[in-house]
């Protein structure tokens, strides 16, 4: 049972982290993005570029990783999302965007780095064991940078002045115009940071699970469940979203195991009883 | 409605329906392309499946959902066939049927969600009805179910109305009659409840539902109907399309496929009523023109689709018509 419990929270810490980037996107600029779990899978392609091909140090890949899409996802926002926001008459027009982003970055990836699922060498040997606890190192310490990155990102939301912008503009986009806010620069630098949450999540991981080019859409999925569990566009939910289902899915697959491959099934289902019960998540305000 | 208009809009229909019964065959046979049916028939029924899809976001629901439906209702359809041995015929709206009545049940509650949460609830429904059909027995698992008879002749008073399509030369013809001919009456219907009274309480409620209901209307009735009608629809293109392929797979209507209903809308433009057929042609034919542009046909497409929504914001019909807006 500890083994299941620490493999949840493990798990949690990495979907909490990609959670958090879709629903900042989300908050800032209202835009559902389809395309996060292919900027994860960028993310993780990079990491395996620098660390795995060119043997450069792990914390030079990461950042590698989190730069790149920070720079795509600033381009992406200017060039493409400002532009269908001011012309469009129905806001739902995003949405075509975002998945015509989604098929492309997933064509790119496909073209640039193959199909293959590709991994890299452990970036820590060794394994902890206590008790009847065997968790490796690497795991570890993966799961203990992601929570520095949820502690670092929830410190800049709440006390950096850019973190407050960001807070207004999601509370009240006119309200914060008018007091002064860059608006426009500070959705910009939102999109950039949710980008950028995603591609080192994708760092990560690749680490562990490898990474390879048909699992972008999954990964959107998931972060679009650990969302709704905790309420769109409300950071704290992001989080206890991303636990969650770390935590759901965890347990599930040991508890559920006997009946075949039905986790996932059971925990849609329980989602959907979930969401009939309480229609905002766990955290969300209510809007129309 | 001045009679001009009325003049415009009867030739218009018959315009339509001469190409489609008549010019498109003859189209075909000249040009020898007998495989075209296959690919228009898909067409047909895609768009009758986008049809359900663009009512939901008549009533302002973003509906990626639609995949689950037209999965069940092949499912239905399949199993009605090979296990009960019941004519294809007969299937067929019970298939519809069966997805209206399961939408109402998933519907009641799902339909209080609004704007993205409706929108990610119902992405999560087609990958349950995919995994559903995984994991029950009746769908056969993984293998799913196969060699399903192509549908038998229809008669009337001993008469033959429709012969057995085992008994045309060449069956996809068949099943593109059958696909145009249900197209055009799922969108006769369509285009006639959104101009009915019906239509404009939906309209009402996509504009406000507070208000819509505070004037009196009964908002949970009205939105599982549009929803009803939705997944009927795409009960019925999935059933047909099972019909086709004569076999079906868990995955063979996945998120993918809801997405693109999705898209085939947009693309259209939500203010017309057949921008879901506008857009499914563009879609489908733009994919497979590409295909001989080998690895780069995603990205192509995909590059298409990106410029076209920069472009074009609001479907493609907002290029020609612009005074016949209907919202």
């Known amino acids: 049972m500890e083994q299941v419990i620490a493999n949840g929270l493990y798990l949690g810490a990495q979907y909490a982290l990609i959670a958090l980037g879709l629903t900042l996107i989300f908050a800032l600029m209202n835009v559902l993005n389809f395309a996060h779990g292919q900027m994860y899978v960028l993310g993780g392609f990079v990491t395996y570029e620098v660390y795995g091909l060119l043997h450069w140090p792990f914390v030079v890949a990461l950042v590698a990783s989190a730069l790149t899409l920070a720079v795509l996802g600033a381009l992406i926002e200017r060039f493409l999302f400002r532009t269908v926001i001011k012309r469009s008459e129905r806001e739902e027009s995003t949405m075509l965007l975002a998945a015509g982003v989604a098929y492309f970055l997933d064509a790119a990836i496909l073209l640039l780095f193959g199909e293959k699922q590709r991994g890299v060498h452990k970036i820590l040997n060794g394994v902890f064991i206590w008790d009847n606890l065997i968790l490796p190192w690497d795991r570890i310490l993966v799961a203990g940078l992601a929570i520095l990155f949820i502690v670092a990102f929830i410190l800049m939301m709440q006390f950096t002045k850019p973190g407050r912008a960001m807070r207004a503009l999601a509370q009240d986009r006119v309200a914060a115009q008018l007091m002064g806010v860059p608006v426009a620069f500070y959705g910009l630098i939102g999109f950039a940071l949710g980008a950028m949450l995603a591609g080192l999540v994708g760092g990560l991981l690749v680490t562990i699970t490898g990474v390879n080019s048909g699992i972008g859409g999954p990964i959107s999925i998931k972060a679009f469940m650990m969302v709704m569990i905790g309420g769109a566009g409300v950071v704290g939910g992001a989080i206890a979203g991303g636990f969650i289902l770390g935590m759901l899915e965890s347990v599930g697959l040991t508890v559920l195991h006997a009946y075949g491959d039905i986790t996932y099934l059971a925990i849609f289902v329980a989602l959907m009883i979930f969401l009939a019960i309480r229609p905002n998540g766990l955290m969300g305000k209510p809007w129309g | 409605m001045t009679p001009m208009q009325r003049g415009t809009r009867i030739a218009g229909i018959g315009a339509f329906l001469v190409v489609v019964f008549i010019a498109v065959p003859m189209a075909i046979a000249a040009a020898h392309r007998t495989d075209l049916y296959y690919t228009l ?19 302002g629901r973003i509906n990626i959902g639609q995949g689950a439906f037209a999965l069940v209702g092949g499912y239905v359809s399949a199993i009605l066939v090979t296990a009960y041995g019941l004519s294809f015929w007969l299937s067929l709206p019970l298939a519809g049927l069966f997805c209206a009545a399961a939408s109402v049940l998933v519907g009641l509650p799902i339909l209080r969600l609004r704007g993205v949460y409706f929108a990610m609830v119902t992405l999560v429904l087609t990958e349950v009805a995919r995994l559903s059909a995984l994991a029950l027995s009746v769908t056969n698992g993984a293998k799913g179910i196969t060699s399903i008879p192509a549908p038998g002749p229809i008669g009337l008073f001993g008469l033959t109305i429709v012969p057995a399509f085992d008994t045309f030369a060449e069956r996809n013809v068949a099943f593109y009659f059958l696909s145009v001919t249900v197209m055009a009456l799922c969108f006769a ?8 009274r019906v239509g404009r309480l939906f309209a009402a409620l996509r504009q406000n539902e507070d208000l819509a209901s505070s004037m009196g209307l009964n908002v949970p009735a009205l939105r599982v109907l549009a929803y009803a009608i939705s997944s009927f629809l795409g009960g019925v293109g999935g059933a047909i399309f099972v019909a086709i392929a004569q076999s079906i797979y868990p995955s063979s209507f ?9 898209l085939n809308c947009f693309l259209g433009g939500l203010g017309y009523v057949f921008g879901p057929m506008l857009g499914t042609l563009v879609l489908y034919f733009g994919w497979d023109l590409l295909f001989q542009t080998g690895q780069y046909q995603l990205l192509i497409y995909s590059g298409v689709m990106i410029l076209l929504i920069l472009l074009l914001p609001n479907g493609l019909f907002s290029l020609r018509l612009p005074s016949r807006r209907s919202s």
């Open chain 2, 41 to 59: 028939s898909s067409v047909a029924l895609l768009s009758i499946a986008s049809g359900g899809v663009w009512l939901t976001f008549y009533i």
């Open chain 2, 189 to 196: 219907g369509l285009w006639r409840l959104v101009n009915s």
């Open chain 2, 254 to 262: 996945t998120v993918n496929d809801s997405v693109n209903f999705m």
